[in-house]
């Protein structure tokens, strides 16, 4: 029998949600559906006042933040952020301006109607399964997903209430070496109540960048000798999130099981029982119209099939803008050119390929933007626009130009 298999014999029965995490996150979405809320134009983050506006308005404020600040120096609405776009509460609606705003959408309703302990659960799932890790980690593109595992399997030794040191001059060098650049993430787990921290000051100060963070201590919580070995055990992160799946190669990220099935016995009977429907796994039969810019004064809008791929796509935007279809292009799924979550030209050799994915698969929504880079060289940049969803059933038509505007450029000049 595992270590902490002992230590939770003597653990109260049921576990208790962090309250806080609940109160800030409902603060936060009260904001964001009550304010009109500008998203910045290159990331798409929180514009900067808001930034300071909902800041205050948490129970624990940053300190030292000022209004040169971005999303990513407040790590709890980075987080809040991320989880609201993953969990599909928030819609990012784009102006014909080119404006980028947020609206609420109805499973944000749904999840407003929950119990605390529903609403906890559906914050874990989503940061657990939903959200790409690499996107929450301030500075450096390296996020813990292949050892968060490991680590919370190294904690769960020691006995509830000890304080463990996570320095190299301490006996835990292995762990000091997976939280060397962490990060941020020390914060996400303290968040949802897993542990609590005390900062090195000195070693955080060495890496010359004003908001990082480097541990002295972790004092893990009984909550994560609850939750943690059902974690590790029975929904390992790398069999659940999503962008760690697609980095193995699958894509579609289906599961055939409730995240929260294995949790409901740590919580009162009748306490955990509604979750939010799963986004992934879902074909939606129906057409999309999608605007693709290539600049604001040369666009087009496109109405397709759900039943159409990526690739089929592809031939509709070549037709529309007058090329020549003669390179090898890629979608990017996430908006950011040469991202992890891509679907390739079937002539690439990358995978997946644009010729695998349906549209009605990709889990599409209004608002929602998308990349796509044709010709490799020259590396033309199309934006592209969910500007709306329906049920029409399209199956066999063809894809049609809706509108536009400007003269399709010359594609060699």
């Known amino acids: 029998m595992r270590r902490h298999e002992i230590d939770r014999e003597h653990l109260a029965k049921f576990v208790k949600v962090p309250e806080q995490l609940i109160k800030d996150f409902l603060t936060f979405t009260d904001y964001l559906t009550s304010q009109e809320v500008g998203l910045t134009k290159s990331k798409q983050w929180l514009s900067r006042n808001n930034l300071m506006e909902l800041n205050a308005r948490m129970s624990v404020p940053e300190v030292g933040r000022t209004k040169t600040s971005d999303q ?229 809008t496109i109405r397709i099939s759900s039943h159409h791929t990526l690739h089929q796509l592809h031939i509709a935007i070549q037709s529309a803008f007058d090329f020549e279809d003669d390179h090898l292009y890629a979608f990017f799924m996430d908006g950011q050119s040469w991202s992890r979550f891509a679907f390739y030209s079937p002539d690439d050799g990358e995978e997946p390929g644009a010729d695998e994915a349906e549209l009605g698969e990709l889990n599409l929504r209004i608002g929602q933007t998308f990349l796509y880079i044709f010709d490799y060289g020259l590396e033309w940049h199309f934006q592209i626009n969910v500007e709306s969803v329906s049920d029409m059933n399209s199956k066999g038509s063809n894809p049609q130009l809706l509108d536009g505007k400007g003269k399709s450029p010359k594609q060699y000049s």
């Open 72 to 300: 990513d120096a407040y790590p709890l609405l980075h987080l809040y952020y991320h989880i609201c776009i993953a969990a599909g509460f928030y819609n990012k609606i784009q102006s014909k301006s080119g404006k980028a705003t947020l609206e609420g959408t109805e499973r944000l309703a749904l999840f407003l109607q929950m119990n605390e302990t529903e609403q906890y659960t559906c914050l874990l799932e989503t940061f657990w399964v939903d959200v790409d890790w690499d996107d929450l980690q301030y500075g450096e593109r390296y996020s813990p997903g292949y050892g968060v595992s490991i680590v919370i399997e190294q904690i769960l030794k020691y006995p509830l209430g000890t304080v463990v040191a996570v320095n190299d001059n301490s006996d835990n060098e292995n762990l000091a070496s997976f939280f060397y650049r962490w990060n941020y993430f020390m914060h996400y787990f303290t968040y949802f109540g897993f542990w609590e921290l005390t900062k090195d000051e000195e070693r955080s100060v060495i890496f010359h960048a004003k908001y990082y963070y480097i541990a002295k201590t972790i004092t893990p919580s009984q909550l994560l000798y609850q939750l943690g070995p059902v974690l590790i055990e029975t929904r390992d992160l790398c069999d659940w999130n999503l962008q760690l799946r697609r980095d193995s190669g699958d894509w579609r990220g289906d599961s055939d099981e409730s995240f929260i099935e294995t949790l409901k016995p740590l919580f009162p009977s009748g306490e955990l029982v509604s979750s939010l429907p799963r986004l992934t796994g879902i074909f939606l039969d129906g057409t999309y119209d999608l605007r693709i810019t290539l600049h604001t004064k040369c666009w087009r």
